[in-house]
Nanobody, 122 residues
Framework: QVQLVESGGGLVQAGGSLRLSCAAS????????MGWFRQAPGKEREFVSA???????TYADSVKGRFTSSRDNEKNTVYLQMNSLKPENTAVYYC????????????????WGQGTQVTVSS
């Protein structure tokens, strides 16, 4: 049973914008904190952002001021608005769900989406 479904990736020029969406099952959306990770070719998967039920957000330093995470609690969906994209932002972006107050590391994630490719051309 698919629990998290991402959409919105694609190809964009440097300086452009994309918005990713992640639709979650109601059970997960209501009980888990939601976040985003990314994995570039040849690199480890890394934390991008997170959003609690309250709307409180956390961001990796590399995306602060350019990426914004939000959630629509009626649609069980979280979003990642990515502005001023750079070629180094090229990666597969994964939606993630985590139970409890643990830190946002790969090992602590309970559910992953299938990933969506974001490619930023120079």
């Amino acid at each position: 049973q698919v629990q998290l479904v991402e959409s919105g990736g694609g190809l964009v020029q440097a300086g452009g914008s994309l918005r990713l969406s992640c639709a979650a099952s109601a059970r997960i959306f209501s009980n888990y904190a939601m976040g985003w990770f990314r994995q570039a070719p040849g690199k480890e998967r890394e934390f991008v952002s997170a959003i609690k039920w309250s709307g409180e957000t956390t961001y990796a330093d590399s995306v602060k001021g350019r990426f914004t995470s939000s959630r629509d609690n009626e649609k069980n969906t979280v979003y990642l608005q990515m502005n001023s994209l750079k070629p180094e932002n090229t990666a597969v972006y994964y939606c993630a769900a985590k139970w409890g107050p643990s830190s946002w590391t790969v090992a602590n994630i309970d559910y992953w989406g299938q990933g969506t490719q974001v490619t930023v051309s120079s």
